[in-house]
T-cell receptor, first 115, second 111 residues
Framework: DVKVTQSSRYLVKRTGEKVFLECVQD?????MFWYRQDPGLGLRLIYF???????EKGDIPEGYSVSREKKERFSLILESASTNQTSMYLC??????????????FGQGTRLTVV | AQRVTQPEKLLSVFKGAPVELKCNYS??????LFWYVQYSRQRLQLLLR??SRESIKGFTADLNKGETSFHLKKPFAQEEDSAMYYC?????????????FGTGTRLKVLA
């Protein structure tokens, strides 16, 4: 009953490469999120989307962009990967209606290493 | 500014001992708060939400608006409670809610 799927569990990329992280959800949720998880810093919001083709910057959007062409898919793009983007990336989705107490469902995470 | 503070990075307790994971928040409106948990090699998942006033796996959390706190408690810790715990605050206009997470507390329950 996997609900949020991230395309890769582990990824190793070189500095300067363009990196795509893909996330797909099967719950017909309007809202989708990309977080970065680092020890001691918790989860920090990179970008989120509350509808197809809609996006808003989170707390740490620099160096990242996103794409939401279809409701079920939310992609995170690292335009030019740098070593300080080595991290665990988490995708999440959440319904919009009655969303005040709605649960967020998370993917399994993508551990990205930039060398 | 909206903020969630979890002052402890690591909390170690012995099995059977009481557990309290601290969470303090700063929010200008009426807060909606959650606890999420991540067990080893598993996804981050919802543990409980304050609006439901529920008890999950023996854990409870009470919203204290006077102290702006939402501490997570369990009277008798079990080894399987060892995990990373995150406190989260709902933020945003209706329909576009997003979470503000704390930095997390790692709970280790010792045998």
């Amino acid at each position: 009953d996997v609900k949020v799927t991230q395309s890769s569990r582990y990824l190793v990329k070189r500095t300067g490469e363009k990196v795509f992280l893909e996330c797909v959800q099967d719950m017909d949720h309007e809202n989708m999120f990309w977080y970065r998880q680092d020890p001691g810093l918790g989860l920090r919001l990179i970008y989120f989307s509350y509808d197809v083709k809609m996006k808003e910057k989170g707390d740490i959007p620099e160096g990242y962009s996103v794409s939401r062409e279809k409701k079920e898919r939310f992609s995170l793009i690292l335009e030019s990967a740098s070593t300080n983007q080595t991290s665990m990336y988490l995708c999440a989705s959440r319904r919009r209606q009655g969303a005040l107490d709605a649960e967020a469902f998370f993917g399994q995470g993508t551990r990205l290493t930039v060398v | 500014a909206q903020r969630v503070t979890q002052p402890e990075k690591l909390l170690s307790v012995f099995k059977g001992a009481p557990v309290e994971l601290k969470c303090n928040y700063s929010y200008s409106g009426s807060p909606e708060l959650f606890w999420y948990v991540q067990y080893s090699r598993q996804r981050l998942q919802l543990l409980l939400r304050h609006i439901s006033r529920e008890s999950i796996k023996g854990f409870t959390a009470d919203l204290n608006k006077g102290e702006t706190s939402f501490h997570l408690k369990k009277p008798f810790a079990q080894e399987e409670d060892s995990a990373m715990y995150y406190c989260a605050l709902n933020e945003g206009p209706s329909g576009t809610y997003k979470y503000i997470f704390g930095t997390g507390t790692r709970l280790k329950v010792l045998a």
